[in-house]
């Protein structure tokens, strides 16, 4: 057997070539061994990441993935199976084993693949790709840890943090019945950087990050000094009684706050025309219809300030550009009205009569104003300043009602003024209630949302990617319910 | 399961061309394994000394290397089969890793020298002192196989065969409301998403100590998720019998789960016929079932002490803990109430996170976290196990690691992951029932969880909550959740069930950067609080 060449995978930066992506694609396709549809995934991965705690690094790693996705259709059964190996011997095992499993379960539905294969026609190739990221070699990453833990060591506080440059290909062909092929590459990178302070005795925290495509777009001795800036500044917390209370809430508070209306599905401006009762448990529909049989949902219904605008566009640069069936333009929510939902290409025919889909994705814009967060401040009489939330979790789905945790740094604003560091509240708030009582909105910039490969195999990056643009806010009778002890 | 038989290295090592289609057509693919004896191989453990060979000629003080061969398949889920390598090596006090799908010497060698390059990219800066606390250096603990004690191989076994069972328990829940006798209140179940979740994974640690260990680990959960409609109601519920362990098919198999299923549709039914209230918030005496505790237990214990958190290098990741100071705190840190004692092992039969080695090469011991409600120890791997020297040379204990080292696989480098936990049952042989029984006016949750704070110390525990009234519940209620302080919790206790009452429960935590997931498995019996701060969730401040 000729050894394949693997220069791409073994070389500086390690992802699959193109060429030998194709390679591998072609020769599933080749040994495909009944008439049905296919599709083939071919994803790499490569990512150079750096970890550092008390002030020094305490990890550098470089690691190369590889993962061969097979799904099938025959016979009206689907079948699907993962490998990470790239011999002949795997690609058929993993061939086989996913055409066995379609031919078995002709009657026995899966839950995780999706209900048709997508679309043969135009898929535009998606590539948000940035060489800077890519290129950004060990020593460099070193100099920016040396900077980050000197500038906390010189306050005598204790720095940790993370940076990674990562990279992605994946390459996707479909084979339907009539052995029509459409194929689609997809390229990107990213690049993230978090840093956390905190005081020897635990006294105060201060965090920053950013993740962005392109490497060129994370300052990240910025960010190493906010995090120091903003545990120097939350020295000593002292107690206030929770309660509710005007908060400024920095982007990626905000982020924190709105993002969980469109990653759960449950939650999500999600499926039109979903099942019965979903309306019971999904804030953007209103109640099932028994005449219709069908739950109604609130497009074209205001559901909070008319001056929020939410909106992906997959042709901004800002957020990557993206490609594939479902993922043109969607405006979720536009000044205050639902205009946008989900849904899949048989309820666009059904119901729409139009083909076409709306799927979801992670990245998303967020209008904002011209208020800086100086000014809102100034403007306060009382109320919070708010770093980040977390461990966020939605205990009510109908209303979207969350608890979770403020950290990081939380001021008390006082006349116009921060006036002192608080210690953390566990908050109870919906986004929904808090983009009702937005008083004022500040310059949207991008927040630290570094995508997450999904544990399934990644159908498409714009299902993983997500560059999240959004503004300050200024909201009015934010509810704390108790004070945390953790800083 | 294997999806074609071949041997790992060939696999491994000749990466073939695409192009050229194999002259033999593959049998392949019938769920048939390869010999258990594979990882075994001299020839994969040279792949592994390649990597240590450059890594020691390269100046590493200390280098392991970890090939895995990962298999996991879930009924009505997606099959998948991956190989990974990857190397660690430590320079002058800094680590470096490499890790990817190639095994083969070539790679391995390219590996340990990206290793080699990260952990140098350190050390012109800053000095970092890292000192791995002794490995004990006999035969027998530096090489050996071990696998998960098993009797049924999920992977073995045909994909029917493991369907059938599922679907059988499926139409036996769906039959169930069907005769029922006359007079009696009717009830229905709706099977939803029965299945079983499995994973075989075979490992090769190898290290410059001179370690040469293969282990075959298993992993089984069985879910069976159902609806139970009754009287107009509904309530979604599910087995807590069969949560993540290690073991085979048989833990599922070898279980009576049509009587579980029948004790929890009849103790589900008698929750649901109980009127519902509303939150009374205030302060209660409360009783919290096993499950509830083995989940408390899982977050303010097992995550609150992982050394690494505590010394805060998981502080821009999984979180810090409250034990702000270790070295101080250990044997002083009140935790708990007397009757508070949790021990820590990853040897237990069916544990989650029961191996024979670590992924350091560290047989783990058998150690007591919280000793009569006093913070006793931590749980550590070696370079961790190093930092609490003085502490262990006040209390003349051996420095050495616990064996708390874990990675999912050999793409990741290995962290402190939790071991098993136990709470220490009371020697009384009280039950959840017969401790709502002493109850006179209080609390009790069933099935619950906490949020915790990135501290571990501040939580919120909500959960199925009943209103106690002269030792019964009497009511249900909506919204009913408890916020606590760890320590104040624990500290709370004023009774534990006894051994029968205790359950073992299969949980996940996670930590890291790039975050990463493990197992363990939390036994604990049901408790009674004292007194705590019940609110209501649903109501906002």
């Known amino acids: ?220 001795a910025a960010i190493a000094a906010r995090a120091v800036e903003k545990c120097v500044s939350s020295l000593d917390p002292v107690r206030i009684e929770p309660g509710r209370y005007t908060v400024i809430l920095e982007p990626q508070a905000v982020a924190d706050l709105i993002l969980p209306m469109f990653e759960s599905g449950d939650s999500h401006p999600a499926r039109r025309g979903s099942a019965e009762n979903s309306s019971m448990q999904n804030p953007f529909f209103m109640s099932f219809d028994r005449s219709v049989m069908r739950d109604i949902s609130k497009i074209g219904i205001k559901i909070v300030d008319e001056r929020i605008t939410i909106s992906h566009d997959p042709n901004d640069p800002e957020l990557g550009i993206l490609g594939g069936p479902g993922t043109g333009p969607v405006t979720w929510i536009d000044k205050g009205v639902l205009t946008g939902m989900t849904y899949d290409k048989g309820y666009a025919i059904k119901e729409l009569n139009e083909d076409g889909q709306v799927e979801r994705r992670m990245s998303l814009r967020m209008e904002g104003g011209d208020t800086s967060i100086d000014e809102m401040i100034a403007g306060t009489q009382r109320g919070l300043l708010v770093s980040r939330l977390s461990k966020l979790r939605v205990v009510d789905r109908r209303s979207l009602l969350m608890t979770g945790v403020t950290r990081d740094g939380l001021w008390l604003i006082e006349k116009g003024k921060i006036s002192k560091s608080v210690r953390n509240f566990r908050i109870s708030e919906s986004p929904l209630f808090a983009l009702n009582n937005v008083d004022q909105l500040g310059v949207p910039a991008p927040v630290y949302k570094p995508f997450t490969i999904p544990e399934a195999a990644p159908l498409f990056i714009q299902f993983a990617l997500s560059q999240v643009i959004v503004p300050p806010l200024k909201v009015n009778d934010f509810s704390f319910t108790s004070t945390i002890d953790a800083i | 399961m294997s999806f074609s038989r071949r041997t790992f290295v060939q696999a491994g090592a000749t990466l073939a061309a695409c192009t050229a289609i194999p002259g033999q057509v593959m049998a392949s693919a019938n769920r048939r394994q390869d010999a258990a004896s594979e990882i075994q191989d001299p020839a994969i453990k040279a792949i592994a000394d390649a990597g240590l060979d450059v890594a020691r000629s390269s100046g590493a003080t200390y280098a392991d290397a970890r090939l895995d061969h990962l298999y996991e398949f879930q009924t009505r889920g997606t099959p998948s089969e991956s190989m990974s390598l990857g190397i660690r090596v430590l320079v002058d006090g800094y680590w470096g890793f490499a890790s990817s799908p190639i095994w083969s010497k070539d790679e391995a060698a390219r590996l340990a020298a990206a290793a080699i390059r990260n952990a140098r990219a350190n050390t012109s800066g800053k000095a970092r002192y890292t000192e791995l606390a002794p490995v004990a250096t006999n035969e027998q603990q530096l090489t050996g196989h071990w696998s998960t004690p098993i009797i049924d191989d999920p992977f073995e076994m045909s994909e029917e065969e493991i369907a059938d069972y599922f679907g059988a328990v499926s139409i036996y829940m769906m039959n169930l409301g069907n005769n029922i006798p006359p007079g009696a209140e009717p009830f229905a179940l709706e099977p939803n998403g029965l299945g079983g979740k499995f994973l075989k994974q075979d490992k090769l640690f190898v290290s410059t100590i001179g370690h040469h260990i293969t282990q075959r680990i298993y992993q089984t959960t069985g879910d069976f998720p159902f609806k139970l409609k009754y009287k107009g109601m509904q309530a979604m519920v599910s087995l807590d019998t069969t949560t993540t362990a290690g073991a085979g098919f048989e833990y599922i198999r070898g279980q009576p789960i049509r009587e579980q299923i029948r004790q929890l549709v009849e103790e589900t039914k008698e929750d649901m016929s109980l009127p519902h209230v509303p939150v009374d918030v205030g302060r209660y005496e409360t009783v919290l079932d096993a499950n509830t505790v083995t989940s408390l237990l899982s977050e303010t214990i097992g995550v609150a002490t992982e050394l690494d958190r505590a010394l805060g290098y998981e502080a821009n990741a999984g979180g810090t803990s409250y034990v702000v100071d270790p070295l101080e705190m250990i044997g002083t840190l009140k935790i708990g109430s007397p009757e508070f004692t949790v021990t820590a092992n990853r040897s237990e039969a069916l544990g989650a996170a029961t191996v024979k080695w670590d992924d350091e090469g560290i047989t783990p011991k058998n150690f007591t976290l919280v000793k009569d409600g006093v913070l006793n120890d931590m749980q550590t791997d070696r370079e961790g196990a190093t930092v609490l020297k003085d502490v262990y040379s006040r209390q003349q204990k051996t420095v050495q690691s616990y064996g708390c080292s874990f990675a999912p696989d050999s793409g990741f480098e290995p962290l402190t992951h939790s071991a098993n936990l136990h709470l220490k049952p009371s020697s009384a042989s009280d039950s959840f029932d017969s401790l709502v029984g002493k109850v006179e006016k209080g609390i009790a949750f069933k099935r619950g969880g906490a949020d915790m704070d990135h501290q571990q110390i501040s939580g919120l525990l909500y959960g199925q909550a009943f209103e106690v009234k002269n030792g019964t519940r009497i009511a249900r209620i909506g919204g009913a959740a408890i916020i606590f302080r760890t320590p104040e919790l624990w500290s709370s206790v004023t009774s534990i069930g006894g051994e029968a009452s205790a359950k073992r429960i299969g949980l996940r935590t996670s930590k890291g950067q790039p975050e990463r997931g493990a197992f363990h498995s939390v036994t604990g019996a049901p408790v009674v609080l004292k007194e705590t701060t019940v609110i209501d969730i649903l109501r906002k401040a």
């Not at chain 1, 699907?80 to 084993?97: F, K, P, W, Y």
């Open chain 1, 1 to 220: 057997m000729k050894q394949m060449n693997l220069e791409s995978l073994t070389s500086d930066h390690g992802m699959m070539s193109r060429e030998d992506t194709e390679r591998i694609l072609s020769h599933l396709q080749e040994i495909r061994n009944h008439k049905g549809s296919y599709r083939f995934n071919v994803s790499s991965t490569w990512s150079s990441d750096m970890r550092w705690a008390r002030n020094r690094a305490s990890m550098t790693s470089d690691r190369r993935k590889v993962m061969v996705v097979v799904f099938c259709e025959i016979a009206g059964g689907r079948g699907s199976a993962v490998t990470n190996q790239i011999d002949n011997t795997s690609l058929e095992g993993v061939l086989r084993m996913a055409e066995r499993t379609s031919l078995k379960v002709a009657d026995q539905r899966s839950t995780d693949i999706p209900l048709e294969l997508p679309p043969m026609g135009k898929m535009p190739n998606a590539t948000t790709w940035s060489d800077r990221t890519i290129n950004r070699t060990v020593e460099e990453s070193a100099k920016i840890v040396q900077y980050a833990t000197s500038l906390a060591e010189e306050k005598q506080l204790l720095s940790a943090g993370y940076i990674e440059s990562h990279g992605m290909t994946v390459a996707s062909r479909f084979i339907d019945v009539h052995d029509r092929m459409h194929q689609l590459y997809s390229a990107m990178t990213q690049a993230q950087c978090s840093a956390t302070v905190r005081h020897p005795m635990g006294t105060a925290s201060g965090w920053a990050g950013l993740a962005r495509y392109d490497l060129g777009k994370v300052d990240e």
